[in-house]
Nanobody, 123 residues
């Protein structure tokens, strides 16, 4: 089992920044990658960014490329998501998730989920 706990959400003005943190515990040796997803009211869950646990290679959703950065500093059991140049459209609940095998970057391919943290961007 893998447990994930997010923190760092909040209210920010458009153009501002936030840093989200995902603490990963449990059978971390079994993790292939960790992803961040977001879901706004009335919308489907959207892939934001992912990082491979062993190599640190990263991938981003098109809507956040160049603005968000995912990292795993010092290869510790924490995954960060730096959100810069925030827009009102970035308002959503952000969740981190982990899985034990490579697959498409869709929510259903991830096995373990955190509880989510709210990010609200005001205009």
């Amino acid at each position: 089992q893998v447990q994930l706990v997010e923190s760092g959400g909040g209210l920010v003005q458009a153009g501002g920044s936030l840093r989200l943190s995902c603490a990963v515990e449990g059978r971390t040796f079994s993790i292939y990658d960790v992803g961040w997803f977001r879901q706004a009211p009335g919308k489907e869950r959207e892939f934001v960014a992912g990082i491979t646990w062993s190599s640190g290679s990263t991938v981003y959703g098109d809507s956040v490329k160049g603005r968000f950065t995912i990292s795993r500093p010092g290869a510790k059991d924490t995954v960060l998501l730096q959100l810069n140049s925030l827009k009102p459209d970035d308002t959503a609940v952000y969740s981190c998730a982990a899985r034990s095998r490579d697959s498409y970057y869709i929510a259903t391919s991830y096995d373990y989920w955190g509880q989510g943290t709210q990010v609200t961007v005001s205009s």
